[in-house]
């Protein structure tokens, strides 16, 4: 397949924004929603979706839509996010918007014009990464977050989601549910980067999903006494750095069978190389298949970590910051779009999507593009150029099927 923009071996689309938000400090992108990079990628999508003859609009959210004619009931939505985690690859989240604007054009080639209302979508803050709920653009559009909770949310330099979004022409006072927009979605398709390596032994480029497991973070708060690093004896201490210490073996000891249990992230309050924390603050990634198997698994970290900081002479405490459930896609979607694609396998997944959340609103589904080494959330996620142009060509094909 010839038809699609390419441009030095790779998707043109990723090409024009290889380099937005690359991190010279981390490796890989980093591209938080609303920074210079996510606002430039943002930009660069306008301008796309523009070309092709689309109408841009931002919700009250800070989702982007880009319709192909007018918008209305019972749309056909395909779409991603452009955002990433810190340090993260760059497919996870752009190869969706890029093949489904490649999608578009080569249904443009084809002689397609959509039946049904159709539109482009980049959901804000899928990752998370700056206000810390992943999701954030979707479920604030299906009304799983309540806009108040989410108006306060600060990001690591204090600045509030309410001042980001109106300093980026959100109005905070409207976001929230958005029912109307919301109904007017018919089905929701996104294609993402695999983020696993089920695909690469399979021997196959592509897969529709068939879940996703349930999840969650939640902090964890160790608290003791902050103290001089030289003047206070060992056995004078109330650490909570060594009691996080115990607390994060304890998580990797949690996990029972397919269960994952992550600490990506910590903070040392006040962090100086010569004090004894006060506080130290980790953040819990927790994932099993079914929700009661997630929930007893953070209940045994709890406990766990209580052990530990008392160990310590501390204390710990355990906050949820946000929850999904496990995601079963629509079946009759998903073996309609597999048997469209000549049969293509269904597979699971551990990571989370707003195709995840819309799935609970409206039939939804998801292509996967193989990763040969499954490395994900990390500079190394990689897709070939000939499976990603696989991808766009199987998108155009569901389209095609739907539109
Ligand atoms: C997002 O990609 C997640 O699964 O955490
Ligand atoms: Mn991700
Ligand atoms: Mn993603
Ligand atoms: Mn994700």
Redesign the pocket.
């Known amino acids: 397949m010839t038809d699609v923009a390419l441009a030095h071996g790779r998707l043109a689309g990723l090409d024009e924004i290889v380099d937005v938000g690359r991190d010279a400090g981390r490796g890989g992108w980093s591209r938080h929603v609303w920074d210079a990079a996510e606002t430039e990628l943002r930009t660069w999508f306008v301008e796309r979706a523009e070309r092709l003859g689309l109408d841009v609009e931002t919700d009250r959210n800070g989702n982007l839509w880009a319709w192909w004619g007018a918008p209305g009931p019972d749309a056909v939505v395909v779409g991603?996010?452009l955002d990433s985690v810190p340090g993260g690859g760059e497919m996870?989240?752009p190869l969706?918007v890029v093949s489904a604007l490649d999608a578009v054009a080569l249904l443009q080639a084809q002689g397609v014009r959509p039946t049904r209302p159709f539109a482009v979508v980049v959901f804000a803050e899928?990752?998370g990464s700056r206000f810390g709920i992943a999701c954030l653009g979707s479920r604030l559009l299906t009304g799983s977050v309540s806009p108040d909770r989410v108006r306060a949310l600060r990001d690591a330099d204090g600045v509030t989601f309410a001042e980001a979004a109106a300093a980026h022409g959100t109005d905070p006072r409207h976001v929230g549910a958005d029912p109307d927009r919301l109904a007017r979605i018919g089905v929701f398709v996104e294609l993402?980067?695999e983020?696993g390596r089920a695909l690469a032994d399979l021997d196959g480029p592509l897969a529709v999903a068939s879940g996703i497991l349930a999840h969650g973070r939640w902090r964890i708060d160790f608290t003791g006494q902050g103290n001089h690093a030289g003047a206070t004896r060992m056995t004078d201490r109330r650490d909570p750095m060594v009691a996080a210490a115990r607390g994060i073996l304890a998580v990797r000891d949690a996990v029972r069978g397919d269960d994952r249990a992550t600490i990506g992230r910590i903070e040392a309050v006040p962090g100086g190389t010569n004090v004894i924390p006060s506080r130290v603050t980790t953040w819990l990634d927790a994932r099993s298949d079914l929700d009661d198997d997630t929930r007893d698994l953070v209940a045994r970290i709890t406990a766990s970590a209580t052990e530990a900081a008392a160990a310590e002479g501390c204390d710990a405490r355990v906050t949820e910051e946000s929850w999904s459930g496990r995601v079963v896609f629509d079946p009759a979607l998903r073996d309609r779009l597999a048997a469209g694609l000549g049969g293509v396998p269904a597979l699971p997944t551990g990571?989370?999507?707003?195709a995840g959340v819309l799935a609970g609103h409206v039939p939804t589904a998801m292509l996967f593009v193989r990763n040969p080494s499954g490395v994900s959330h990390a500079p190394e996620e990689h897709a070939e150029l000939a499976d990603c142009v696989e991808g766009v060509v199987a998108l155009t094909t569901v389209l095609r099927g739907l539109l």
């Open positions: 991603s996010h996870d989240g969706g899928e990752e993402h980067v983020q990571a989370g999507h707003d």
